[in-house]
Nanobody, 117 residues
Framework: QVQLVESGGGLVQPGGSLRLSCAAS????????MGWYRQAPGKQRELVAH???????SYADSVKGRFTISRDSAKNTVYLRMNSLKPEDTAVYYC???????????WGQGTQVTVSS
């Protein structure tokens, strides 16, 4: 089992920045990749950024150049640095940990990010 705890959400003005954190505990050795997803009201959950155990990263087109995913292996924590935030980035952000064998996804409780003036 893997437990994920997110933090760092909040209210920010357009153009501002936030950093989200996701601390993993439990069977962290089994994690193959981690990611950040978001879900806005009335919309489906979408992948925002992804990082593999090897350190490869990928991003949704809508956040490329503005968001950066990173990890601190010593702290078992993954971060999402969000710059130049836009109102359309407003959503609940969820941390995900993916185990490939056997296949299983773990989710955090979510953290609200609101971009508004």
């Amino acid at each position: 089992q893997v437990q994920l705890v997110e933090s760092g959400g909040g209210l920010v003005q357009p153009g501002g920045s936030l950093r989200l954190s996701c601390a993993a505990s439990g069977s962290i050795f089994s994690i193959n990749a981690m990611g950040w997803y978001r879900q806005a009201p009335g919309k489906q959950r979408e992948l925002v950024a992804h990082i593999t155990s090897g350190g490869s990263t990928s991003y949704a087109d809508s956040v490329k150049g503005r968001f950066t995913i990173s990890r601190d292996s010593a702290k078992n924590t993954v971060y999402l640095r969000m710059n130049s935030l836009k109102p359309e980035d407003t959503a609940v952000y969820y941390c995900n940990a993916a185990v490939f064998t056997p296949q299983k996804d773990y989710w955090g409780q979510g953290t609200q990010v609101t971009v508004s003036s």
